[in-house]
């Protein structure tokens, strides 16, 4: 396989990526406000700037945690290298995503049944029947701290270590990111960009990427996967290319690394026919709210386990 063959070469591009997507984030909150093209010298400036840094914010966070937890924790393909540098760096990115909320060794154990067990009742992740009434819950502000909804496949309900010390994690950078925002444009702006916005629109990206990769899709591994691509819906709730927009290319080749992925997407599109094509991807601009619109619509069903 290619990034065995060029470990230094894999294993630089996602580390240089890893500290992109952490210093864009930093920038969202810090320096962007300042670019922006009107006055933070009013209240409603300030709140405007919030919506817009925390949005920022927000599709960054779902990304690096896709990233870091899925390809990362999951199938350990962000950094392969050996010696004490390489496993040093692999323990950093497979648990960047603690700093916000994810566990990751609760997400590898549920995702390995995900794969082998796709569309089954061992199914780790059960993205395969989602409720209208769960997918809605987990979208609530506040909704992965109060845990009303178990709609959150990267962290356990129970209070384990492993959970707590994510929650540790995610309290610093909290508190280091409210900080600077705060230092630099005041506590209206930090409340808006990063508690307000920033948080809750990260899980709401995450939540229907998740649950539109399988849903209505037929419970067998060949045909139960849905392609979200490269457009706008795939790296919108992917939090761009490394965040599974790919996610079918992901199934049928789980040991490509997300570059790769690309690349197979691309080759599907050309050898599927049209009619395969419809079933496995996702349709231009109208295709999730269409599928989500069918969601709502659809008569309701026996739950398939408990």
Not at 140 to 163: I, N, V
Not at 276 to 281: A, D, P
Request: aromatic letters at 10%; a positive charge.
């Amino acid at each position: 396989m290619w990034l065995r063959a060029h470990p230094v070469l894999h294993d630089t591009v996602n580390v240089l990526l890893l500290l992109s997507l952490f210093a864009a984030d930093l920038l969202s909150l810090t320096a962007l406000p300042f670019v922006l093209p009107w006055s933070l010298s009013t209240a409603e400036g300030v709140v405007l700037a919030g919506l817009v840094a925390g949005a920022v914010h927000g599709f960054l966070v779902c990304g690096i945690v896709t990233f870091s937890v899925h390809e990362g924790a999951a199938h350990d393909l962000i950094i392969v290298g050996r010696g004490r540098v390489g496993r040093a760096l692999r323990v950093l990115a497979n648990n960047a995503c603690r700093l916000f909320l994810a566990d990751p060794v609760h997400y590898a154990e549920a995702h390995a049944s995900h794969h082998r067990s796709l569309g089954t009742s061992e199914d780790g992740s059960f993205t395969h029947h989602v409720r209208l009434r769960r997918l809605l819950g987990s979208l609530l502000p506040l909704a992965p701290m109060l845990s009303h909804s178990d709609y959150f496949p990267w962290r356990p309900q129970e209070h384990t270590r492993s959970r707590r010390l994510s929650v540790l994690l995610t309290n610093g950078y909290l508190v280091l990111c409210a900080a600077l925002a705060t230092w630099l444009h005041g506590w209206l702006f930090t409340g808006v960009a990063l508690f307000l916005i920033g948080s809750w629109l990260s899980f709401v990206l995450d939540r229907l990427r998740e649950s539109t990769e399988h849903l209505f899709m037929p419970l067998d591994r060949a045909n139960g996967t849905r392609e979200l691509g490269l457009g706008f819906w795939g790296l919108l709730l992917g939090g761009g290319p490394w965040g599974q927009p790919c996610h079918l290319s992901h199934h049928l080749a789980p040991a490509l690394p997300w570059y790769q992925q690309l690349r197979l997407h691309f080759f599907l599109r050309r050898v599927l026919t049209p009619e395969q094509r419809r079933h496995f991807f996702l349709r231009p601009v109208i295709g999730l709210p269409v599928l989500l619109w069918r969601l709502a619509t659809a008569p309701a069903r026996e739950p398939v386990r408990d």
